[in-house]
T-cell receptor
Framework: GENVEQHPSTLSVQEGDSAVIKCTYS??????FPWYKQELGKRPQLIID?????GEKKDQRIAVTLNKTAKHFSLHITETQPEDSAVYFC??????????????FGAGTRLAVHP | DVKVTQSSRYLVKRTGEKVFLECVQD?????MFWYRQDPGLGLRLIYF???????EKGDIPEGYSVSREKKERFSLILESASTNQTSMYLC???????????????FGPGTRLTVL
């Protein structure tokens, strides 16, 4: 079945720097890749997603890139702010889950943005 | 705005007890999911339901069962709680279908369960 690996597990940056989190997936048939942000004590919330027919998507300071050949996708956060501090999870659809869009999650990256 | 609620934020139970965790969503979503979240392991799918009375095993179903008698409510049951089931449990829901904004899973606030 699908397997998703996420790196790094922790990331510490200075405010204003960029942060990049990378995920690799194993099944080339996966077609949907969301990123969730979970602030301390709160629920995971979708921040950006990308489908397999698109190579890059951007929303203000966040962007996601997808390399289908290499089977990896990355989250890019520019001009980081302290409120970006959270745990970020990547995910990929399990291609064997049919229309149910079952997600396989990475282990998470704890991002700390220092003022 | 989608709202997913869970019956308890914190729960403490004893080994061997039967435990019920409940999740309710108010957006008429067909699909509902139960995950457990453990440090370093991300979110792992326990069970999901694609419609009322329908259920499918996820990746770690052992020791758990589920019930979906009404569309808005999805219950996770620990038949005989064990200490290794101490974890954060997250419920999620989504609209059935593919594309057109149906991909998003909306999560509840989580229930932190401790089994002593």
């Amino acid at each position: 079945g699908e397997n998703v690996e996420q790196h790094p597990s922790t990331l510490s940056v200075q405010e204003g720097d960029s942060a990049v989190i990378k995920c690799t997936y194993s099944d080339s048939a996966s077609n949907y890749f969301p990123w969730y942000k979970q602030e301390l004590g709160k629920r995971p919330q979708l921040i950006i997603d990308i489908r397999s027919n698109v190579g890059e998507k951007k929303d203000q300071r966040i962007a996601v890139t997808l390399n289908k050949t290499a089977k990896h996708f990355s989250l890019h956060i520019t001009e980081t702010q302290p409120e970006d501090s959270a745990v970020y999870f990547c995910a990929a659809t399990d291609p064997f889950s049919g229309g149910y869009n079952k997600l396989i999650f990475g282990a998470g990256t704890r991002l700390a943005v220092h003022p | 705005d989608v709202k997913v609620t869970q019956s308890s934020r914190y729960l403490v139970k004893r080994t061997g007890e039967k435990v019920f965790l409940e999740c309710v969503q108010d957006m008429d979503h067909e699909n509902m999911f139960w995950y457990r979240q453990d440090p370093g392991l991300g979110l792992r799918l326990i069970y999901f339901s694609y419609d009322v009375k329908m259920k499918e095993k996820g990746d770690i179903p052992e020791g758990y069962s589920v019930s979906r008698e009404k569309k808005e409510r999805f219950s996770l049951i620990l038949e005989s709680a064990s200490t290794n089931q101490t974890s954060m449990y997250l419920c999620a829901s989504r609209l059935a279908g593919t594309g057109g904004g149906t991909d998003t899973q909306y999560f509840g606030p989580g229930t932190r369960l401790t089994v002593l």
